[in-house]
Nanobody
Framework: QVQLVESGGGLVQAGGSLRLSCAASGRTFSNYAMGWFRQAPGKEREFVAAISWSGGSTYYADSVKGRFTISRDNAKNLVYLQMSSLKPEDTAVYYC????????????WGQGTQVTVSS
């Protein structure tokens, strides 16, 4: 089992920045690829960003490319999502997820943290 706890959400004005953190506990953190997803009211959950176990590979949704940066610190069992140039359409609950590096199937999820961007 892997337990994930997100933090860092909040209310920010359009154009502002936030950094989300996800703390992992349980199994060896470095065995897992990590991802961020989000779900806005009335919409399905969507992929935001992902990072490989080593941090050497990162992936982004087109909607956030160039504005968001995913990173991880395997020594501290943390993964981050630095969000800049935020837009009202970025408003959502953001979830951290873990996937075994051999499958990239996300089977562990955090409880989510709310991000609200005001115009």
């Amino acid at each position: 089992q892997v337990q994930l706890v997100e933090s860092g959400g909040g209310l920010v004005q359009a154009g502002g920045s936030l950094r989300l953190s996800c703390a992992a506990s349980g199994r060896t953190f470095s065995n897992y690829a990590m991802g961020w997803f989000r779900q806005a009211p009335g919409k399905e959950r969507e992929f935001v960003a992902a990072i490989s176990w080593s941090g050497g590979s990162t992936y982004y949704a087109d909607s956030v490319k160039g504005r968001f940066t995913i990173s991880r610190d395997n020594a501290k069992n943390l993964v981050y999502l630095q969000m800049s140039s935020l837009k009202p359409e970025d408003t959502a609950v953001y979830y951290c997820a873990a996937a075994p590096s051999t499958t990239w199937k996300y089977n562990y999820w955090g409880q989510g943290t709310q991000v609200t961007v005001s115009s």
